[in-house]
């Protein structure tokens, strides 16, 4: 260890003369004799051993990780001017859509460097704001987030919901909003579950509490249930509503219509497709009842109106349509269109002020039409740009409305809706370090491998030089039915005021273009993804935007499955690769906590035919020795239950050990942080100025 620190010291040292980054050795990692056969096929797992993210084998391998990659990031000579820059874009006051609940407008709002947004209300539209809860005091450093808040109908009491170091699991408290005491009421090991109103208490989803507390953060979810919890009582008193003995592997999650009329079950195996059960009521016998039976189509109830449940489905509807259904005649020969099918993708459908408003994606941009219950349009809201709208929704009786508005070069404004004259108007804008207008946004479209027609967003500064110099980011997803829109990052703009090119192209397995464009990249059309996403790239390169040199991909969870597997696939084509809390191990990663969701979306190696196209993308299998790879930061973190650490481990270890090339490996494991939710700024600040110093550093960038 003595010789170890000393060569750190050595290096640091000369590198503080000339600015030339040098590398430490990498850890050793020591390799496991594992191998699985999967259907014949032999496959080794050698660092199976990381799967075990407490043994002191695999936190000694990450402290000397994380050590290698901060001797790294403190030879960036522009680092800290870069980390300013960063803090100083991010420095701004940011609000939330306003909601109302009786006399009150509650409203998020972070000052500009909060670790975490608090919770404000004033009285009226004139009131003064005044702070209901900060969740800054329930942490030292910023690491408990406060999930959401969740309002009984006579807005008397709020649940709200917290997270640990960025984990999945969540707690839940209650305040009376007239004194601001809190309750003594606390709900433990919830996930995937909000707090749904009715009666004297909620309705809530949780997990048995784990029977090993070193394995909560990884072991496998089994048995999601529906509990209702009464206010002043015991979690151990709560009722069990709804659970599914023969089926272990289900997430249940409940809702209550605005009404308190019915309870509505929606059950899904994974990610993708979803049954409907209801319960009335009235007297709370809680007699559950089938809607919409059946996987094999999506479906969300949006609201109960004069007896009938409007539905948001895609059956027999690629792109979505409203339908309303009679609950004692549930078939779908009795559904009744509200909002029929159009050739653009029915996103979502909110309610308030007795109206609907259909939001539209035309070419992954927002559209809202303001319709009656009958499916007649009232008007088309104006919108400022192409860009993105979140909330407009609300109480049947009110007349006034917010929403918010966000773009590429513009962070999130909240606009003030009047729904009898239909016009906008600003109600908070944050002010900024920087001119929007120096940037320009442009949409493109490009023909993938197969001939499908993709679009893609570009981002950059007025009147650049098509030389095929211009550094850039290319990003995506690329999964589970996720519509990627614009939207704002402070850090980002630090990246574009230097000439960097920011691109977003809408590749398939996404929900752009509704579920026909999900599917044709899911399950054994993964590969479209991965083409459309490789395509975007040489489109980019042949248009001289960039070159391969300048050329940096970046994506998150089944983003960073995204980069890991197109720069295994193609890896001259890239300069840099940042694959993000990535899915890496397409062979196991449904044995780790919620991971069996996603078997709906990629397959599973327990099945022969879905072994075969699994094996031949993973990219964790794809690594070949003898091979220059990207310049990889590999980023997790150590509280990761959505897609465990151990994807990015076992990812960087095989990456460092077969690599040929002379760009750096490096894997920057976060502690205290999970998948991204909830995120302290102090800890996004940190992060993002590493992402960004190893992009500007990478790609020749001076700052």
Not at 24 to 42: C, M, R, S
Not at 415 to 439: I, W
Request: hydrophobic letters at 35%.
């Amino acid at each position: 260890m003595k010789k170890y620190l000393s060569i750190f010291l050595l290096i640091s040292m000369m590198c503080s003369c000339d600015h030339t980054i040098k590398h430490l050795p990498y850890p050793k990692a020591a390799k496991g004799n594992v191998v699985d056969d999967y259907f014949g096929t032999q496959v080794a797992d050698p660092y199976r051993w990381l799967e075990d993210d407490k043994s002191p084998e695999t936190e000694t391998w990450v402290a000397e990780e994380n050590k290698v990659t901060e001797n790294y990031f403190s030879q960036v000579p522009f680092r800290d001017k870069l980390r300013a820059r960063i803090t100083e874009l991010w420095d701004y006051p940011r609000v939330t859509t306003p909601v109302k609940k009786g006399d009150y407008y509650y409203f998020y709002k972070n000052d500009g460097l909060q670790n975490q947004p608090v919770l404000y209300r004033q009285k009226g539209l004139d009131g003064k704001p005044a702070m209901f809860f900060d969740p800054n005091t329930l942490s030292s450093d910023g690491t408990v987030a406060m999930e959401s808040a969740y309002f009984s109908n006579d807005n008397r009491l709020m649940a709200y919901s917290i997270s640990r170091s960025g984990s999945d699991w969540r707690e839940f408290f209650v305040i009376d909003t007239q004194t601001g005491k809190q309750l003594e009421d606390h709900i433990q090991w919830a996930k995937f579950t909000g707090a749904e109103w009715a009666g004297n208490g909620f309705y809530y989803s949780r997990y048995d509490e784990p029977s090993d507390a070193t394995k909560k953060y990884s072991e496998q979810n089994r048995f999601h249930k529906i509990y209702y919890h009464t206010i002043g009582t015991p979690q151990s008193e709560d009722k069990l509503i709804y659970m599914d003995s023969e089926h272990p592997l289900r997430y249940f999650s409940a809702q209550v219509t605005d009404d308190e009329e019915f309870l509505i079950i929606t059950a899904s195996e994974g990610t993708s497709g979803t049954e409907l059960y209801y319960s009335r009521l009235s007297g709370y016998s809680h007699k559950i009842t089938p809607l919409i039976k059946g996987f094999s189509n999506n479906h969300a109830v949006i609201d109960h109106h004069n007896g009938k449940l409007l539905v948001l489905t895609d059956y027999l509807a690629s792109n979505y349509r409203l339908v309303s259904i009679d609950p004692e005649k549930p078939d779908p020969e009795n559904w009744t269109d509200v909002i029929p099918e159009t050739v653009e993708l029915l996103e979502s459908v909110s309610t308030g002020g007795g109206k609907l408003f259909a939001f539209y994606l035309k070419d992954a941009s927002t559209k809202i039409v303001q319709m009656d219950y009958q499916g007649k349009i009232d008007r088309c809201p104006e919108l400022p740009a192409i860009g993105t709208v979140s909330g407009l929704s609300g109480k049947r009786d009110e007349n006034i409305l917010f929403y918010s508005f966000a773009s590429f070069n513009r962070p999130s404004t909240v606009f003030l809706y009047n729904l009898e004259t239909g016009k906008s108007n600003v109600f908070m804008q944050p002010e900024l370090k920087f001119n929007p207008d120096d940037y320009i946004i442009e949409q493109v479209f490009y023909i993938s491998k197969d001939g499908t027609r993709v679009p893609m967003f570009l981002v950059h500064k007025q009147n650049i030089e098509l030389n095929g110099k211009n550094p850039m980011v290319l990003y995506a997803y690329g999964g589970f039915n996720v519509s990627m829109t614009p939207s704002f990052n402070a850090a980002r703009i630090a990246f574009l005021e230097k000439g960097g090119i920011y691109a977003m192209p809408n590749i398939r397995g996404g929900g752009e273009y509704g579920e026909e464009w999900h599917q044709a990249g899911m399950l054994e059309k993964k590969q479209n993804v991965f083409n459309d996403f490789i395509a975007a790239a040489e489109y980019l390169i042949k248009e001289k935007y960039t070159s391969s040199t300048k050329l940096a991909i970046n994506g998150g969870s089944n983003g960073g499955l995204l980069v890991g597997a197109v720069m295994t696939q193609r890896p001259e084509l890239f300069q840099v690769a940042l694959p993000a809390v990535g899915v890496m191990d397409m062979l196991r990663y449904q044995k780790f906590t919620i991971g069996w969701g996603w078997m709906v979306e990629y397959g599973s190696s327990d099945k022969e035919d879905e072994f075969a196209y699994l094996y031949k993308y993973s990219p964790l299998h794809n690594i070949k020795s003898g091979v220059s790879y990207p310049a990889t930061l590999v980023t997790t973190a150590d509280h990761d239950d959505r897609v465990v650490p151990a994807h990015s481990f076992k990812f960087a270890a095989t990456l460092q050990e077969k690599n040929s090339g002379h760009h750096p490996i490096l894997i920057r494991i976060d502690k205290d942080a999970g998948h991204g939710a909830g995120k302290s700024t102090s800890k996004a600040i940190e992060e993002a100025t590493d992402v960004w110093s190893f992009v500007f550093y990478q790609l020749g960038m001076e700052f």
